[in-house]
């Protein structure tokens, strides 16, 4: 018997032995309930629901990467153009639908003459998104 005893001769062990009737008797009556409960998850309610439509989404405008070196040699998606190519180019581009975004790229010893005059033919032929690229000091590891 796993109770103390009257008998104080006997020095019994604690009992070792885990009862797995309580956790059993439980997990039967789980089991029931999802056999009973289950069919009715796959129960589904017909409607008959409005359609809708909308608008296609609006068109990812591309990217034109202008950059300028330093001897201010000027840069059309890495090929060289003159300032002539340049206003052709960007009154172009003005004209796509959506326009596209200019991202100008200068070298530090870049005159700020000839990034004035780029920035003055993007306005004059009607370029609206330009954009400066610049890039992240650095940090020294010691």
């Known amino acids: 018997m796993s109770f103390g005893g009257f008998n104080d ?3 019994s062990a604690p009992m070792a032995d885990i009862n797995v009737t309580p956790m059993v008797d439980v997990m039967l ?5 999802f056999i009973i ?3 009715l998850f796959t129960h589904a ?3 008959d629901l409005p359609s809708a439509q909308s608008a296609p989404a609006p068109a990812e405008p591309t990217t034109i990467s202008l950059s300028i070196n330093g ?3 000027i840069f059309w998606n890495n090929d060289p153009v003159s300032q002539d190519e340049l ?9 796509q639908q959506p326009q596209p975004q200019v ?3 200068a070298d530090k010893g870049t005159r700020y003459e000839v990034i004035a005059q780029v920035m003055a033919a993007a306005q004059t032929n009607g370029v609206t998104k330009l954009g ?5 000091p650095q940090s020294s590891k010691k």
């Open 45 to 47: 309610i017909k409607l």
């Open 132 to 136: 400066f690229v610049t890039e992240a």
């Open 87 to 95: 206003t052709a180019k960007l009154a172009i581009a003005a004209k």
């Open 103 to 105: 991202q100008l790229r």
């Open 71 to 73: 001897e201010g040699a």
């Open 37 to 39: 409960t289950a069919p």
């Open 9 to 11: 001769n006997q020095h």
């Open 29 to 33: 009556v789980l089991l029931v309930i």
